[in-house]
């Protein structure tokens, strides 16, 4: 999509999606891609194909942080205006995937920790920051899906799996 940044391909049966910051950002300019993404997904997935979405925030308390004003910050425990993405983009977002076989959805933002997840009815998952070594492996087939969390160790070549994910569909 040209204003959003959005963009999508298919790979043999599977629909892949970039959403850049998040599926209907409109903060710094941005351009909602929702009305785009709804399109896509009705072009390409309506058939039930296996989506995989990628975008910068996922649920992870990072992604989720709030303004404290007792604190003076934003953090998880906040209750003012978010600093990243708020309830009601999320439930946007949602609204749009509602119906699809949306797969997993990879995302970033947190650079230490990897995360495997589910929230909103969502598989997540979040690798360590690649400058960090981090990267994911993926091997979807029309009957399940396998996730690995993993991150490059030292110049040898040398591999450290930290996080494993298996899910057979239906």
Not at 24 to 30: L, M, P
Not at 111 to 122: K, S, V
Not at 127 to 143: M, S
Request: aromatic fraction near 14%.
């Amino acid at each position: 999509d040209i204003d959003s940044d959005n963009y999508s391909w298919d790979w043999g049966g599977l629909h892949l999606v970039q959403l850049q910051r998040f599926g209907g950002d409109t903060n710094k300019g941005a351009i909602s891609g929702l009305d785009w993404l709804k399109q896509d997904l009705a072009n390409s997935a309506a058939d039930g194909r296996p989506v995989v979405l990628f975008q910068h925030y996922g649920w992870d308390p990072f992604s989720l942080e709030k303004w404290d004003p007792a604190k003076m910050t934003f953090d998880d425990e906040g209750s003012g205006h978010a600093h990243w993405w708020g309830d009601d983009e999320r439930a946007a977002l949602l609204g749009v995937l509602k119906g699809y076989n949306v797969v997993g959805l990879f995302h970033g933002h947190e650079h230490d920790t990897p995360m495997i997840y589910n929230q909103d009815g969502l598989d997540l998952f979040k690798p360590t920051a690649t400058f960090k070594g981090g990267f994911a492996a993926v091997h979807i087939t029309n009957d399940y899906m396998d996730v690995v969390l993993a991150e490059a160790q030292g110049t040898e070549g040398k591999v450290n799996f930290l996080k494993a994910f298996s899910k057979r569909f239906a």
